[in-house]
């Protein structure tokens, strides 16, 4: 079975040049304080099994398992539409966006997040479907040798 990186990841890119990828930024950035605040140790960039990258994965004390999916702007949701596969990866889904994205283009019965780089807020919670105990089991391992070894190259970076 082909590996999937575990590098240091880079910014989203956007589809509309370095603004969106900026905002994706500056949303990513708000999650990760607003998952902090709620208890929650959260990675971006996260590889799933599915040979996927989840854009934001949170791991709470409890082993409940949270993907967030970061949309910069209506054309970004429009093109990127593999987020359903994500589904089988977590406990509850969110979308994330800032605040001036078209809301109601969104799915409605998924968890939404209005994000900017200082913070974020749920707006709409997501609906709590358990994620399978083996499944579990694995990505939780998983995100404990990924968060392992990006601190590692951090540390190597450092000195």
């Known amino acids: 079975m082909?590996?999937?990186s575990n590098s240091i990841p880079?910014?989203?890119?956007?589809l509309g040049g370095d603004g969106?990828?900026?905002i994706a930024?500056?949303?990513?950035r708000g999650v990760m304080r607003l998952f902090a605040d709620l208890g929650y140790a959260a990675l971006q960039e996260f590889p799933l099994r599915a040979k996927r990258r989840a854009d934001i994965v949170a791991l709470n004390d409890a082993g409940e398992f949270v993907i967030v999916e970061i949309k910069?702007?209506?054309?970004?949701?429009?093109a990127d539409q593999k987020w359903p596969e994500y589904l089988d990866f977590c406990d509850r889904f969110f979308f994330a966006v800032?605040?001036?994205?078209?809301?109601?283009?969104?799915p409605a019965?998924?968890?939404?997040?209005?994000?900017?780089?200082?913070?974020?807020?749920?707006?709409?919670?997501?609906q709590a479907i358990p994620l399978n105990g083996n499944r579990r089991r694995a990505q939780t391992l998983q995100l404990a040798i990924?968060?392992?070894q990006r601190l590692a190259r951090v540390m190597e970076m450092m000195g």
């Open 25 to 28: 930024t500056g949303i990513a």
């Open 146 to 148: 990924t968060a392992s």
């Open 98 to 106: 800032a605040p001036p994205f078209p809301r109601e283009i969104l």
């Open 72 to 78: 910069s702007c209506r054309a970004d949701f429009r």
């Open 20 to 22: 969106d990828a900026l």
């Open 109 to 126: 019965d998924r968890g939404l997040i209005i994000a900017d780089r200082h913070g974020g807020a749920i707006l709409r919670d997501s």
């Open 10 to 14: 880079l910014p989203p890119a956007g």
């Open 2 to 4: 082909a590996e999937i």
